[in-house]
């Protein structure tokens, strides 16, 4: 053994001495990968947000957490709210003129910028954050990375923006109506970065929807509601009178006519079919599944039911179905999930089964006012503080989880 090793000897310390080398040099490696992971800057946290937008998109929604993302991304980009949110990043207003970000991961907040001009809506796809002024503050687009670097892409006044993945569509105001609180203006898109700006269609009132590659508007002169292609060609009337649109799915729009009254009506866009389904109270949509709260005419002469009833319409057969009645009056239909209907009346806010109709009070407050998907979201705050934690309450399982900072 000895004459072996003897004999070896320059040979083995070699080796020892290459096999000391790798070593060193996987564990350098790690470590370096260690440090350069705790380094993850804010644009590759945005970048991992959209590739788990993407795989959730690519996988069909294969399961709960990708269909919230991916009702997380629709309401971020085409809701405009004071509360947005992609995955774990949370942007949001508290009537002030600071936009702050809240990181679900760490639990912690931060102001991300501050505009002077106060904040009426944001929107956000992931990586930016846009944001427009009062309408009477300031004017202007702005586009805010996840460092708080503000970029004013636009100078016209606006009060709605629809992002979609390359275009931002928005109405251009050019007077505002103070009586019915209503926007108007003329319809534009452009890139995200501003540029190419390009009128679409003139003399839009309300709000507007995109389906399909399809705009869906009123009129400001008509009042009537229309629909155009995307590129504002081949403009079509849908329905006549003093219309607001509420809400634009695949199959159907509904909307309010105050023309005799504030008429819940719905078109079938299959057939064009308009149909009344009740006066007062509102409609509600997720998805392809439409419903309407409202009360029921029980003669022509435009006589009503005391009560309201909740219809789900069915498109495939182009019906409205009641599958509730109340006849408490000044409550409003805020979201339905599963086979729960959300109310809001007055300081109480609960819930009806809609498989044996028993009504359920919430455990929630007056200030959740923010629902996606399968969360609804609060922010509590006090006048020294400001913003000190999240509630989130998880529709599924009935739960309130409460994130202090």
């Not at 907040?109 to 809506?121: A, F, H, I, Q």
């Not at 002169?221 to 081949?234: A, E, L, P, V």
């Not at 909740?310 to 979201?335: A, C, F, G, H």
């Not at 705050?381 to 989880?401: A, M, P, R």
């Amino acid at each position: 053994m000895k004459k072996f090793i003897l004999k070896y000897k320059e040979l083995i310390i070699a080796s020892l001495i290459i096999i000391l080398i790798i070593i060193f040099q996987v564990f350098n490696f790690k470590n370096n990968n260690i440090k350069s992971t705790n380094k993850i800057s804010q644009n590759q946290q945005t970048e991992n947000i959209l590739n788990e937008i993407n795989i959730a998109t690519e996988n069909n929604f294969s399961n709960n957490s990708a269909i919230n993302l991916q009702k997380e991304k629709e309401y971020s980009m085409g809701k405009g709210s004071l509360f947005v949110k992609i995955d774990n990043i949370v942007i949001y207003n508290n009537f002030d003129n600071d936009i702050n970000i809240i990181d679900l991961k760490t639990n912690t907040k931060k102001v991300l910028c501050t505009l002077e001009d106060g904040v009426n809506k944001m929107y956000f796809d992931g990586e930016y954050v846009y944001a427009v002024p009062y309408y009477y503050r300031g004017k202007g687009i702005y586009k805010i990375d996840l460092n708080g670097n503000i970029n004013k892409i636009c100078d016209d006044a606006s009060l709605q923006l629809l992002i979609t993945e390359d275009k931002i569509y928005y109405v251009k105001q050019t007077s505002w109506d103070d009586m019915n609180q209503n926007l108007q203006g003329d319809l534009y898109v452009m890139d995200k970065d501003g540029n190419n700006k390009t009128l679409l269609i003139q003399g839009v009132r309300n709000s507007f929807e995109i389906i399909s590659d399809k705009i869906y508007y009123t009129d400001q002169n008509t009042k009537g509601i229309f629909r155009s292609n995307i590129d504002g060609t081949n403009k079509e009337k849908l329905a006549d009178g003093r219309t607001y649109i509420t809400k634009v799915t695949e199959k159907c729009l509904t909307y309010v006519d105050y023309e005799g009254g504030e008429k819940q009506k719905i078109i079938y866009l299959d057939t064009n079919e308009v149909k009344e389904v009740g006066r007062f109270g509102n409609s509600f949509s997720s998805e392809n599944e439409t419903y309407v709260y409202t009360r029921k005419y029980i003669s022509e002469d435009n006589n009503i039911e005391n009560e309201y009833r909740l219809y789900k319409i069915d498109t495939e057969n182009y019906s409205e179905n009641e599958i509730w009645s109340n006849d408490t009056p000044l409550e409003v239909l805020i979201y339905v999930y599963n086979d729960y209907a959300y109310f809001r009346g007055g300081n109480e806010f609960y819930r009806i089964n809609l498989k044996n109709n028993k009504k359920e009070k919430e455990k929630l407050d007056m200030s959740l006012n923010y629902i996606i998907g399968d969360k609804a979201y609060s922010l509590s705050s006090s006048d020294e503080k400001g913003v000190y934690s999240l509630n989130i309450y998880d529709l599924e399982k009935n739960e309130i989880t409460k994130i202090e900072f």
